[in-house]
């Protein structure tokens, strides 16, 4: 099922538009716009905004190349990021876990189940908890007690990454995916390095995604390390990028 369409309708059908994948420089340079806004009535509906249109594909790219059963979700907020990986990969289990903190997030576990309802995704599941304490029981209960890719976009701290890192460390099966959302975006490096100090995995960051994602495996397969190159983008290309932004931002004052 196709993911980025079927998204955009299920919302809409709830009373939510959305915006995603738009270009900065059209709206004030506003760095936000290519990330996703849910709206209703007017007016953002969410804390925090969800992936992005290339995340969303490079959701669909992993699940082609690694398959998971066992999907978690670290802030599942309105459910965007949770949906996409369930309607990029239907066999898995996706369990999307948040705090429920306020009211729009407590609206979002509820918005959750029932989109996952109407798409026929019957192995979601949006569940309250905190994370990192309630990471072992959650995917106990819901998992089988172990974990084939997680994405993590809760509270964007360094410790708090680290932490969520260290809880999930002894579920995660050999071949587990980690992706780290808004590494980059949020200043999130120092913590990230640390993971992957820790872990003795392979890290590597995700330049072609607009959040920066930071992606943790253990082996990658030959498909698998072709994915992670095409999203990290070649470093030769990205210098030249670089340099070019800093004369950019030198004659313009940007």
């Known amino acids: 099922m196709p993911v980025f369409d ?5 919302y809409a059908a709830e009373g939510y538009a959305v915006s995603t994948g738009l270009n900065p420089t059209v709206f004030h340079n506003l760095h936000s716009v290519p990330f996703t806004w849910l709206i209703r009535d007017g007016v953002e509906v969410a804390d925090g905004l969800g992936i992005s249109l290339p995340e969303i594909y490079l959701l669909e790219c992993l699940a082609a190349v690694r398959p998971a059963e066992s999907i978690l979700v670290i802030g599942n907020s309105f459910g965007w990021s949770t949906l996409a ?13 948040d705090s429920a903190a306020d009211r729009f997030s407590l609206e979002g576990l509820e918005l959750t189940a029932r989109i996952a309802g109407r798409l026929g995704l019957d192995r979601v599941s949006p569940v309250r908890g905190t994370s990192p304490v309630d990471i072992p029981a959650t995917v106990e209960k819901h998992l089988g007690g172990q974990v084939d890719l997680a ?10 990454i680290v932490a969520e890192y260290r809880a999930l460390r002894p579920l995660l099966t050999p071949d587990a995916m980690v992706l780290f959302h808004d590494v980059q975006y949020t200043g999130l490096q120092a913590g990230f390095d640390t993971i992957v100090e820790e872990s003795g995995w392979q890290g590597s960051m995700l330049h072609a995604t607009p959040s920066g994602i930071g992606f943790l495996t253990a082996d990658p397969s030959p498909a ?29 004052g940007s």
């Open 6 to 10: 079927n998204l955009v309708a299920a």
């Open 85 to 97: 990986l369930a309607l990029a990969q239907p066999q898995a289990r996706v369990v999307g876990l």
């Open 151 to 160: 994405f993590v976009d809760g509270h964007h701290t360094s410790d708090q």
């Open 224 to 252: 698998l390390a072709r994915v992670i190159a095409a999203f990290a983008t070649d470093p030769s290309a990205l210098e030249v990028v670089r340099r070019k932004g800093e004369r950019f931002g030198a004659e313009f």
